[in-house]
């Protein structure tokens, strides 16, 4: 029997609520829905409502009652501020939450090296926003609550799953007893220590590395800017390196390496935390001030992924699917990206409008991305946490150079989690004019959310669909045709047309929405000088073709293609 | 290439011991690892160095 806790967490600056559990009606028929979610963590309720975005039903499973304890995700980067947005709750994490671009790192006592992360007057969200998970969390489950093709049921936890050929049927678990629940799909978002991965006899493929880190929120009163503060090597943690973020509500993120040997017991004890926390505070200026703990907890920085995402009709997300070491906020902001490419394949095949390669190619995308971040935080892990004794003297060496010198002080800075390129999706066009553009997104390449010079930011035109961006006065009408002739398919397609002129109302254009371009500033961004060029978007805003010319022939092989069909003649 | 003149080379022997012998047994290792990364700055040529290692590497 599954007894989820029914008292609100503990928190010195997050009000819980317990929600009531869900619980089935009695004697109903079995129900058999779309997707099933389960996992009601970031990843979970970000997929169940960019799923609630294309008409999926969907119900999502949560085995608690009440979001989780403590801050864990706290760092959000832009690409995943641009997903939120999408899903309608980026208004209310930029009200909340503490924006940010810059990294300070310091060893014996001096600033060795700042990062500034780019950022300019064009674009909308800062490159890094802090925010408690919890709130995140509230924000996500209230917004499905609004949402009539989702249904989040608190306090059910999957115990088992059987699969074949036309579904997959869970049994779930409820303090009322279990009930079974079909569906055509399932989604596990269920995270790190994933009941859906273990059910399914699954093994991630990597590394899990020796070090482990503590992670403390204290409540304390730190007149300092929101900037990441890393300290190498600090005397009371010799050889170690301790990290400070500031979040909402005036808590700090503490986070640092335990010493060799110590387990999580003896780190978290309450005297062993209070001497170090103490210590990280000297190291901001702060000798003695009081503060609060709120949360602590330990993890170790691992580097695994599962070596396919798909299996059978169950699709792994986020921390089900990944472990990635947290330096670099490669968690959730990883997992955001997951559930956005998923979303839409998973959204067309349930159409019927998917071809058979659309739906692995979220496996492939996604576990590529994957390698390519554990290859990335591998460097970052070297460097924190040096694996052996010839990483460490170079360590030492280069922390003890950069005082002095420049050129080694790159080293400081590790990697951050970013937008990912599909350069080698299978969705990617072959044969249009790529290669031939000089500037602009190219392959696989996520579109940024630009100002507008009337107002407003591109990613607000642009839907739950693929995206024709046609610079000039407009497509040909056998391109027009072409695209009818897709929507009747039930594939979403919306024209978006950039115009340098204004155009007069009315002719062939009446079909898309204009967005004028007067100063060409996205003319420039596009890299596109002679009218009649074209960017197909995914519905995940990756770009999968363009053209400096178009033709209906062009827009349907790359539609084609995009869908996950095989490559197919031209001819009829 | 340039190579070193037998005075020069004589110099920069006694600057090497001199150093070693000055800092504390412990930080040795350090200030050599140091070195190393400064000269490959000034070689600025990753095949270059990777050479230079292996020829460091050979007969100890």
């Known amino acids: ?572 | 290439m340039s190579t070193l003149s037998i005075p020069d080379l004589e110099r920069i022997y006694d600057l090497l011991a001199e150093a070693v012998d000055a800092v504390p047994q412990a930080e040795v290792q350090r200030l050599l690892a140091k070195l190393a990364l400064l000269a490959a700055n000034e070689i600025g040529d990753v095949e270059r160095f990777s050479g230079l290692l292996a020829a460091a590497r050979r007969d100890l």
């Not at chain 1, 995700?73 to 690409?79: D, K, P, S, Y």
């Not at chain 1, 590394?207 to 300290?231: H, K, Q, S």
């Not at chain 1, 921390?319 to 998973?346: E, M, S, Y």
């Open chain 1, 1 to 572: 029997m599954h007894q989820p806790e029914a008292q609100p967490r503990a928190s010195l600056y997050f009000a819980y609520r317990v929600h009531p559990v869900w619980l089935p009606p009695a004697h109903a028929p079995e129900e058999k829905v779309q997707v099933v979610v389960v996992g009601g963590g970031p990843i979970g309720l970000a997929l169940a409502l960019d799923l609630a975005r294309y008409g999926v039903r969907c119900v999502l499973l949560e085995a608690e009652r009440q979001v989780s304890e403590g801050s864990r995700a706290i760092v959000f980067t832009r690409r995943s501020m641009e997903i939120l947005h999408q899903l309608g709750v980026a208004d209310r994490v930029v009200a909340k939450g503490l924006p940010w671009r810059y990294g300070n790192s310091y060893y014996r006592g001096r600033r060795v090296f700042r990062m500034a992360a780019p950022h300019d007057a064009d674009q909308r969200f800062l490159p890094m926003t802090n925010l408690q998970q919890p709130y995140l969390e509230r924000y996500l489950a209230d917004a499905l609550a609004q949402s009539p093709n989702a249904e989040l049921r608190w306090g059910n936890r999957v115990s088992a799953i059987a699969q074949d050929q036309d579904g997959v049927r869970l049994t779930v678990e409820t303090p009322a007893g279990d009930y079974a629940l079909g569906a055509q799909w399932v989604v596990a978002a269920d995270g790190a220590h994933s009941t859906l991965r273990q059910l399914l006899g699954l093994k991630m493929e990597g590394t899990a590395y020796e070090g482990r880190f503590v992670i403390a929120d204290i409540r304390v009163d730190l007149d300092l800017p929101t900037e990441r503060l890393a300290f190498f090597d600090p005397p009371w943690n010799p050889g170690n390196t301790v990290l400070m973020h500031r979040e909402p509500d005036g808590i700090w993120r503490v986070d640092y390496q335990l010493p060799p040997g110590e387990t999580a017991e003896e780190a978290l004890a309450p005297a062993a935390l209070r001497s170090r926390i103490d210590a990280a505070l000297a190291l901001v200026g702060a000798a003695g001030r009081p503060w609060e703990l709120d949360w602590c907890s330990v993890y170790s920085a691992r580097a695994m992924t599962l070596p396919d995402y798909l299996h059978g009709r169950v699709a792994f997300v986020g921390d089900a699917a990944h472990l990635l070491p947290i330096f670099g906020v490669r968690g959730a902001n990883t997992g955001f990206q997951d559930a956005h490419d998923l979303a839409w394949k998973l959204a067309l095949k349930l159409r019927g409008c998917a071809g058979p390669g659309l739906l692995s190619s979220y496996s492939h995308e996604r576990v590529a991305a994957a390698r390519e971040i554990i290859d990335e935080a591998g460097k970052s892990t070297r460097f924190m946490t040096p694996p052996s004794p010839g990483y460490r003297l170079l360590r030492d060496a280069v922390l003890s150079l950069a005082l002095s010198e420049e050129f080694v002080r790159p080293l400081l800075h590790w990697r951050t989690s970013r937008a990912h390129d599909y350069a080698s999706s299978a969705l990617n066009c072959a044969g249009d004019d790529d290669a031939l553009f000089d500037a602009g997104p190219p392959h696989g390449a996520p579109c940024a959310d630009l100002r507008l010079e009337q107002g407003g930011f591109l990613l607000d035109h642009l839907g739950p669909a693929f995206q024709l961006l046609h610079f000039g006065a407009g497509p040909a009408p056998e391109v027009l045709a072409c695209i009818a002739t897709f929507r009747r398919r039930g594939v979403p397609l919306r024209l978006l047309r950039v115009a340098m002129v204004e155009e007069a109302p009315g002719g062939a254009v009446e079909d898309g929405q204009i967005l004028p371009d007067s100063e060409g500033r996205l003319h420039r961004h596009f890299g596109v000088t002679l009218a009649g060029a074209a960017y197909l978007l995914r519905p995940d805003q990756h770009v999968c073709a363009r053209w400096l010319t178009l033709s209906a022939d062009r827009l349907q092989l790359a539609l084609d293609r995009a869908l996950g069909h095989e490559p197919r003649s031209l001819e009829p």
